[in-house]
């Protein structure tokens, strides 16, 4: 028989040995989940390395190909851009359901002011940007001045953008042809230009250079801290000294000055200046931002989750495509990941609350 002091030693050693291993498990989980909160873009980030690696090894150089590769960029460009400037609007909590409408306005306004009144297609593209900051700076004052939520405005905004984009340009379509003839800058966003086999527009540079920048931007200055602040608590916020008001102004006239940069990519991208197109942007661009990581309760995300939000969608719906897939398997997928996506934001915050 083992003395009392023998015994009590082993089962101290025991609980010892369990307690370490139970620790270095929660360490590690710990620790995983310090790294999806610390860098939201790492989930996004996975799924579309993991995508490419299964269409790569399932599709082969049909895939892996620069064409191919830089075709997703291209496909991407205007949601991206679009995407950018929602991911700047939820992140102060907020929402804006007239992004699309604004894109495709600004590229209206750039064509008819060009082609109806005969002004030089520069100051034509100055007007359509600048337009599309004030409609964007008419939401935030709204929503920061008047108090409104931003579902609600931006709906309604939605709606009148939508009809006075279609009763401003009389349905009228601008040809892709006298276009090119006659104002060739406004096409300029979609010309393409070849490195190594791989071709890339205008528009897809402008989208990488926007992600840099606003990444920055958000990550290493005041504005981008009071974005973030404005988002996670608004009182809060204010009572640290943030001009909320401002920045929430701001912040959606910036919204809609990029959503006006995507109306001129757009004209780049299909040719024409068309009232009609550009229909879903505002379903994508948000569809981008969530799959992207970005908490819809404000507050936390990051503008490259976004950008590989947009990509991972333009990976699926290029390689479902290339393997011959029914299209609406894409939608099924895009689905099931922005169900994810939620489910794995919320488990994020429940872990860290």
């Given at each position: 028989?083992?003395?009392s ?20 498990d ?6 995983f989940?310090?790294a999806?909160?610390t860098?939201?873009?790492l ?8 995508a490419?690696a ?10 892996f190909?620069?064409?191919?590769l ?7 460009q205007?949601?991206g851009?679009v ?5 700047l ?6 929402i804006?359901?007239?992004v699309g ?10 064509g ?9 297609p520069a100051?034509a ?8 900051t004030a ?11 008047m108090k409104?939520?931003?579902f ?7 709606q ?6 279609f009763?401003y340009?009389?349905n009228?379509t601008?040809?892709?042809q006298d ?19 791989a071709v890339?527009t ?6 990488v250079?926007?992600?840099?920048v606003?990444?920055?931007v958000?990550k290493?200055?005041a504005?981008?801290?009071h974005?973030?602040a404005?988002?996670?608590d ?9 001009n ?12 809609g000055?990029i ?6 990519a ?7 200046v ?18 992207g ?8 995300g ?7 939000g947009?990509?991972?969608?333009g990976?699926?719906t ?10 609406q398997?894409t ?21 860290a609350?």
């Amino acid at each position: 028989m083992p003395s009392s002091d023998n015994y009590e030693s082993v089962v101290g050693k025991a609980n010892a040995e369990v307690a370490s291993f139970g620790g270095r498990d929660k360490s590690l989980i710990a620790r995983f989940h310090h790294a999806l909160h610390t860098t939201p873009a790492l989930v996004p980030l996975i799924v579309l390395l993991a995508a490419i690696a299964i269409f790569g090894v399932a599709l082969g150089s049909k895939f892996f190909s620069p064409f191919a590769l830089t075709l997703i960029l291209q496909q991407v460009q205007i949601v991206g851009i679009v995407a950018a400037a929602q991911s700047l609007v939820i992140l102060t909590a907020g929402i804006d359901l007239s992004v699309g409408a604004i894109a495709v306005i600004s590229s209206v306004v750039m064509g008819q002011f060009t082609f109806r009144y005969g002004i030089p297609p520069a100051i034509a593209v100055a007007c359509g940007l600048a337009f599309g900051t004030a409609i964007g700076a008419l939401n935030g004052w709204l929503i920061a001045r008047m108090k409104l939520p931003p579902f609600i405005v931006t709906l309604g905004m939605w709606q009148i953008v939508l009809a006075a984009n279609f009763l401003y340009s009389q349905n009228e379509t601008i040809r892709s042809q006298d276009i090119a003839e006659q104002a060739p800058l406004l096409q300029f966003m979609g010309n393409k230009f070849n490195i190594g086999g791989a071709v890339f527009t205008f528009g897809v540079v402008f989208m990488v250079l926007l992600v840099l920048v606003l990444a920055y931007v958000l990550k290493h200055t005041a504005w981008g801290r009071h974005v973030y602040a404005v988002g996670d608590d608004a009182e809060a916020a204010e009572l640290s000294g943030v001009n909320v008001s401002r920045t929430l102004i701001s912040v959606y006239a910036l919204a809609g000055l990029i959503c006006a940069f995507a109306g001129w990519a757009l004209i780049g991208r299909i040719g024409s200046v068309s009232p009609t197109s550009g229909q879903l942007l505002n379903i994508e661009s948000i569809t981008a931002v969530v799959i992207g990581g970005i908490s819809l309760f404000g507050g936390r995300g990051s503008i490259l989750g976004t950008f590989f939000g947009a990509l991972i969608v333009g990976v699926f719906t290029l390689g479902l495509r290339l393997a011959g897939a029914d299209a609406q398997w894409t939608f099924l997928l895009i689905g099931a990941l922005i169900i994810a996506a939620v489910a794995v934001d919320q488990w994020i915050r429940k872990v860290a609350a």
